[in-house]
């Protein structure tokens, strides 16, 4: 018996999956009891029918309310036939999610049910639910821009207003033009709805219901000083002095998540009381991850401290206390300077909100701030920017270029671009070379499209394959996409720094990586070999999948690769063809650098493999901490930058700083031509 319809969501014993034909497992019932109790199954019916009805339609409904889980599953079933896309701002929430799906419909991961993400592909052939970042669905518009393998496209999260969501915003708008039955919904827990709904051009909205329940709030008196100490206090004296009921505790990434952990388990030892500390945070792995779900045992509390994911992409039941320092992690550019950076920064007055409503879920709950009322009211911003406005646009530009989007100062954004940013973008890819003078691609461009990493980078993995070095520079750029594998604990800095001298090139860290990646690759237990060497296996292990997501692009897009001579000195070479607008050279006294770009004054990273201050090095990123740092430098021969861009560097036609030029001018002898 298999029923039509929207009713193959909901099935009683004896029934068989509808997707597969198997018996339902034990656990499919269970889950589908609690399934069967989320508000958005009241309106299952609606829902279905407003995606039917109009080409267009927005969803708003409270975060855990079954928009991301439900929804899909309910359209999936109506619609019968036909793939459904549904796109997630990070990575972890469609890992996670697209795991619990396939749970709730009793088939395996990667079959009916799966997820894309970058360097990690979990779909098959039988996949129909798949849930992605909504960059990997942009990259899929390159090869297929009428979306032509799905029949519904839901964007969740919008709110979010990143940058790729933006983008499929206005592709999928001339999309649906040209495919009548091509349905899209846009769903977001907490959304200005009219200003969606007015660029959707009069899309309908579905609301679902809430079930909310009293949040009591608390403000600081005064501004803490150390919100990492105050967080982990506060959850502390909430373990001892509160009720039952789980805390949700906000902060900012890997590293602190990591420290406040430790610091509460400690404490709470101490006391005596049963809990159970759990961080979460996109790096962890997905076991781990998934530890945060299950309640608590009994008499037990769960304190899970976690970066903003859990702010609406993913939902914890049992949250009764919420512990919220205001602050989060944003990528931010400043077009001036071209330098983005992850900065702590002050969270909007909607994710406050947002964040004190997890504690209100299953009873009435508590909230802790730790800020005062008055910062909360007039420093926090009313909502978080969109992505658009403040971002590297180049990738964006590149992106769109290849999708054919040939005006793209005229594209239907819903938040334009400012003209700054976007002549910043073009002149920047025009300097690459991945622009002509009339701004269209060139060829150099949509080779370096195809590739799902920043332009200066594409653009080192061209010029690679041109200078015999493939191998190594795919591995360099792995590791330096993934976070830094050299590990220091505190117990063992110097054993540390022993190890890792094994690994020190000459020439600076981008050959250190390069070092420390074959060694790893060629070493006989990968375990034993990343505990010796104190490397992190995870990082490494990551980045020896990402070389492989590489290499696999790098091949169907036929670049060539051979290992040639001169190793050292092809590399360095491959990297200023992509960055020779990110070096920096000594100023007169010698102490300080100063970057080609804007004469900003860095300094090497202490991190880094070079022992001494060569004149010219290029880096990979400049980090913001005390002051401007340069994270991964590696010297570069001032001819080199002659050879490579002239127009940039030759002493007689740049515009360089005075004792720039003068470094150059005595290196010009030197140059090949
Ligand atoms: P929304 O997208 O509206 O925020 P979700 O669809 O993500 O809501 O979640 C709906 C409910 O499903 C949550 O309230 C939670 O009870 C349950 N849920 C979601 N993910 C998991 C998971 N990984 N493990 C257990 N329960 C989950
Ligand atoms: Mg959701």
Known sequence: RSPPGLQRVDAGPGDTNWLTGRTYSKRFFEILKSRRKLPCWQKRQEAVDMVQKHQSSVLIGETGSGKTTQVPQFLLAEFGSGKIAVTQPR????????????????????QEVGYLIRFEDMTSESTRLKYMTDGMLLRECQTDPLMSQYSVIILDEAHERTLSTDILFGLLKEVLQRRPELRCL??????????????????????????????????????????????????????????????????????????????????????????????????????????????????????????????????????????????????????????????????SKASAMQRAGRAGRTRPGKCFRLYTLETFEK?????????????????????????????????????????????????????????????????????????????????????????????????????????????????????????????????????????????????GSKTQFCQENFLSERNMKQAENVRKQLASIARKAKLEDASGEMLTHSIRRAFIEGFFMQCAHLDESGKHYLTVRDQQMVAIHPSSFLQHKPEWVLYHETVVTDRCYMRNATTIPPEMLIEASPKFYHPERCKLHEHARKILRRALPRVKS
């Not at 200005?192 to 309908?204: C, D, I, L």
């Not at 709030?217 to 004296?237: G, H, I, S």
């Not at 040939?406 to 690459?432: K, Q």
């Not at 690679?464 to 493939?470: D, N, Q, T, V």
């Open 91 to 110: 990575r972890v929430a469609a890992m996670s999610v697209a795991s619990r799906v396939a749970q709730e419909m009793d088939v395996e991961l990667g």
């Open 186 to 347: 846009v769903m977001s827990a907490t959304l200005e709805a009219e200003k969606f709904q007015e660029y959707w051009s009069g899309a309908p909205l579905l609301r679902i219901p809430g079930r909310m329940f009293p949040v009591e709030t608390f403000f600081t008196l005064r501004p803490e000083k150390d919100y990492l100490a105050a967080a982990v206090e506060t959850c502390c004296l909430i373990n001892v002095h509160e009720g039952p009921g789980d805390i949700l505790c906000f902060l900012c990434g890997e590293e602190e998540i990591e420290k406040a952990c430790a610091e509460i388990e400690g404490r709470a030892e101490e006391t005596g009381k049963n809990t159970l500390v759990l961080p979460l945070y996109s790096s962890l792995p997905m076991n781990q991850q998934r530890r945060v779900f299950p309640p608590a045992p009994e008499g037990a509390r769960k304190i899970i401290v976690a970066t903003n994911i859990a702010e609406t992409s993913l939902t914890i039941d049992g949250v009764v206390f919420v512990v919220d320092p205001g602050l989060f992690k944003q990528m931010l550019y400043n077009p001036r300077t071209h330098v983005e950076s992850l900065l702590v920064s002050p969270i």
């Open 379 to 523: 420093e926090l911003p009313e909502s978080t920017y969109p992505e658009i406005i403040r971002s590297n646009l180049s990738a964006v530009v590149i992106s769109l270029k290849k999708l054919g989007v040939d005006d793209i100062v005229h594209f239907d954004f819903m938040e334009p671009p400012s003209p700054e940013a976007m002549m910043r973008a073009l002149e920047m890819l025009h300097f690459l070379g991945a622009i002509d003078d009339e701004g269209d691609l060139t060829d150099v461009g949509s080779r370096m499209a195809d590739f799902p990493v920043d332009p200066h980078l594409s653009r080192t993995i061209i010029a690679a394959s041109e200078r015999a070095c493939l191998t190594e520079v795919l591995a360099i750029i792995a590791m330096l996409s993934v976070p830094p594998p050299f590990s220091r604990p505190r117990y063992a800095q110097k054993a540390a720094d022993r190890a890792h001298k094994h690994f020190a090139s000459g020439y600076g860290d981008h050959l250190s990586l390069l070092n420390a990646f074959q060694a790893y690759v060629s070493s």
